[in-house]
């Protein structure tokens, strides 16, 4: 079993940045691949960014040269660094861990994950 819990959000101007965190129990965290997502209102659950054991990393189009996400296996914490903030990235974030796949892996698809934190509102104003 693992709990993750999210931090870092806020409402932020346009062009601003904010660091996200995911802080996780348990002492298998290097285990696990994990991933940002994100839901606006009135949207699906889109994939963000993921992160896999080996440190690989996949980030979905929108977010690409903007957001980066990285692990720290001591803290057991994931980030997702987000710069240049867009109105469009308002959404709440949230962290998820995965115990499938092999050291390579990154989940992009929600059922890819056992794991889910309880979100954080990020707001970009224009």
């Known amino acids: 079993q693992v709990q993750l819990v999210e931090s870092g959000g806020g409402l932020v101007q346009a062009g601003d940045s904010l660091r996200l965190s995911c802080a996780a129990s348990?002492?298998?965290?290097?285990?696990?691949?994990m991933g940002w997502f994100r839901q606006a209102p009135g949207k699906e659950r889109e994939f963000v960014a993921a992160i896999s054991r080996a440190s690989s990393t996949v980030y979905t189009d929108s977010v690409k040269g903007r957001f980066t996400i990285s692990r720290d296996n001591v803290k057991n914490t994931v980030y997702l660094q987000t710069n240049s903030l867009k109105p469009e990235d308002t959404a709440v974030y949230y962290c998820a861990a995965s115990n499938s796949g092999n050291y390579y892996s990154t989940p992009q698809a929600g059922p890819g994950y056992d794991y889910w934190g309880q979100g954080t509102q990020v707001t970009v104003s224009s």
């Open positions: 348990g002492r298998t965290f290097s285990r696990y691949a």
